[in-house]
């Protein structure tokens, strides 16, 4: 699948009234496309399949907004398309968001839902950046999608505060390999 096959997938997908997690995955497409391009003197790296896979990442949401589910149904989406790659970013991208009780059902394995390539942690990195069709720092990000769960699914609320660490592991991990963070390389 190319990039215009995904967002014409995408297009497909109906969109609930006051619902935006179409541009949602575009947008993260974009930035981490970005951040691949400020990657690709460094490693060997390609930024079209960056992009893509951020705009795959959150595609099960066309199945359910659930923040665990979501992961799974997009995998499974991009499984029955025979798109391995792409299958995957869509269960990890929240690296490590899963329910162990879910595990067997799905037939996958925790390690499954763990972000492991650079690529990987680029969408990772993208997805907690983007905010309602722009880029902000992770902080307020993270504020706003705290504020949208913790009536909804106050046990979801471990984990996103885990992502303060991952970003910052990640963050570093991008800063050794080509001398600016994330914030530097998107001007934020
Ligand atoms: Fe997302």
């Known amino acids: 699948m190319n990039y215009a096959e995904a967002l014409k997938l995408l297009r497909s997908f109906p969109i609930e009234k006051g619902h935006d997690w179409d541009r949602h995955c575009i947008q993260v497409g974009e930035i981490a496309y970005r951040l691949a391009l400020a990657l690709k003197d460094f490693i060997p790296i390609d930024p079209e399949k960056v992009r893509l896979m951020g705009l795959v990442h959150d595609f099960g949401r066309s199945v359910t907004q659930c923040p665990f589910a979501h992961s799974y149904e997009g995998y499974k989406l991009m499984k029955a398309l025979g798109e391995d790659e792409l ?32 690529e990987e942690k680029l969408v990772f990195i993208a997805d907690n950046l983007e905010d309602h069709g722009s880029v902000v720092r992770q902080d307020k990000r993270l504020a706003d999608v705290i504020s949208r769960y913790e009536k909804k699914n106050p046990e979801f609320l471990p984990i996103l505060q885990s992502k303060f660490r991952e970003f910052q592991a990640f963050d570093d991990e991008i800063r050794a390999l080509c001398h600016k963070g994330v914030y530097e390389i998107l001007g934020i």
């Open 87 to 118: 299958a995957r970013i869509c269960a990890c991208h929240s690296n490590g968001t899963y329910r162990p009780e879910d595990i067997e059902a799905y037939g996958l394995k925790p390690e499954d839902f763990f972000v492991r390539t650079i």
